[in-house]
């Protein structure tokens, strides 16, 4: 294209110039037209020149580039190859390990086991006598134990505390006439109080019920006690 334009601004050159080819090279040398015809038409051979050159370079480094593009694919090629190869021997090196291992662990209980002989010294046997007390009996003696305490503190914290809640019990107490006697006035929060306290004797009550049938079914179902021996 660039060559196009240079050969285009020869023709309008050659054609102005043609008629005025008589005249004196004088004229032909001031006319603005010319000059101005003539330092484009050197400017523009200058940029084809450059032009040239660069494309001679990039015909360069292309033809440099060329081998190196048409070798990726096979390096990639290679390149996966061999990561296909290499996983191939590592999983065949692991799995040689792996047999070489258990061949050695084989080689060693076989050379040891020639040597080593297990005997039963004292077979076991079934005791006659039971070695403890009666798990069920014994827990039921411990539950009443613990009732029959427990009822035990509570008597003995109100003797030791001295109240006097009934006429007769005052009678017998300062033998002396009793006129009359007042009903006990709860009040809200000790009528609240009672009600706690009464539920928590309900539940402490309960949670050794449960305890003690928990226990009972331990040793009669998961330790096996024969129902026979109680």
């Known amino acids: 294209a660039t060559l196009a334009a240079i050969e285009g601004l020869e023709s309008q050159v050659d054609n ?49 580039l060329q081998p190196q593009i048409e070798t990726i694919p096979q390096i990639e090629t290679e390149y996966m190859a061999l990561i296909r190869d290499y996983n191939v021997i590592s999983g065949t090196y692991q799995q040689l390990i792996q047999r070489n291992e258990s061949a050695m662990i084989a080689e060693d209980a076989q050379r040891t086991g020639d040597t080593v002989q297990f005997r039963i010294i004292d077979p076991p046997t079934i005791p006659l006598t039971p070695i403890g007390p009666h798990r069920p009996i014994l827990l039921s003696g411990i539950l009443l134990l613990g009732i029959g305490a427990g009822v035990g503190i509570a008597v003995l914290m109100a003797e030791i505390k001295g109240a006097i809640y009934t006429k007769n019990r005052l009678i017998d107490t300062f033998s002396a006439p009793v006129l009359g006697e007042v009903s006990m006035t709860w009040s809200s929060a000790q009528l609240k109080t009672k009600k706690r306290d009464i539920f928590g004797v309900i539940g402490c009550v309960a949670a050794i019920i449960i305890v003690f049938t928990a226990l009972i079914y331990y040793q009669l179902q998961i330790v096996g006690l024969p129902l026979k021996a109680m």
């Open 16 to 64: 102005d110039i043609t008629p005025r080819a008589k005249q004196s090279s004088h004229a032909t040398i001031e006319n603005p037209v010319y000059q101005g015809l003539s330092v484009l038409l050197g400017e523009t051979k200058a940029e084809l020149a450059a032009s040239n050159a660069r494309v001679e370079e990039y015909q360069r480094r292309l033809a440099e």
